[in-house]
């Protein structure tokens, strides 16, 4: 494994795992839980905000299992790179707007709490680790080589 | 093909894993005293509030869910838990305190109290003092009071709370239930309440 594509699987490992970990724990709360912590964001209405967390951790979880199993490995790394700065975006400007929030949500309303220069910090570097797995075209270790015949 | 075949299978159990998980984690229910129960007994629908009164956000809900109930008097029977987060210092004491004053016949009353005064007491070193206070400007008898909550003698109403709120998934506060219909924060009770409330009585 040459250092550049065991960046490539440490990146995609670890983006893995944050979204596949995040996705679980939301998945196991209720998701009008995860819409209160969506809501104090103000970007989305109400219904809107439910919606989107019912939607979201499942997102999480398939790009996050995706990007463990290296099945279907580039558009894992896609699909993670977009959430991740989906959050980011999210985080900036509830800073931008002076909001305080009480939780950032990140891993639902009963996993660990992060401020939001924590989350923030672990979000931009979760982006590069999943940037660095999308740019890597041959994933080692993976199914997709295994499909390959690599 | 292979690599589909593999994608469909790790959906598939994946989506197992999440329903199995969410079965095993929400069920249950235990009993709640008549005190904490207001409204018609033979309402159609139960609106099930889980709140901590250290919690802001339940402290501010409270007006709204007021009118929301004069609304529905008739229709609507609610029921109080207690969900202390562990984050807030004094929720469980308050807790405690508020069925003490339960059990003398003003809960409601008290948990009016602990919401109005919140500041007050959560700032306290130790608030046990204040909490005998207000039950004293209630009326209640202060001695009896002061020695329910030193023996924890009332605590199996808030443990069964707290086994009610684990067994539903309750890790935020206040959470709403319509019969089952569960809502988090005073927006989505806004925008979802009445909506349920219908559904659950008009069939």
Redesign the interface.
Known sequence: VSGRSGLALAGRLLAGAALAYSGYVKLMAPAEELALAVESYRLLPTAAALAFARVLPWAELFAGASLLAGCFTRAGAAAAAALFALFLGALASAAARGLALDDCGCFGAGGPRLTRPQAMALDAALLGAALLAFLDRKPRFSLDALFDGK | M??LA??LL??AV?IA??LI??RT?WLGSSDVPEFRRKGPADAPAVLLEFSDFECGRCAEVQPFLKQFLERHSSRLRLVFRHKPLRSHKWAELAARASDCAGVQGKFWEYAEVLYARQKEWSAAPDPKALFAAYAKNLGLDVARFEADLASGRWDRFLQNDVKEAEAR????TP?FFINER????Q??L??YGERYVAWETDR
């Open positions: 292979k690599r593999a994608g790790l959906a994946l894993a999440v998980g969410r984690a998934g309750v890790t935020a959470t569960r809502m988090v924060g927006s989505q806004t925008e």
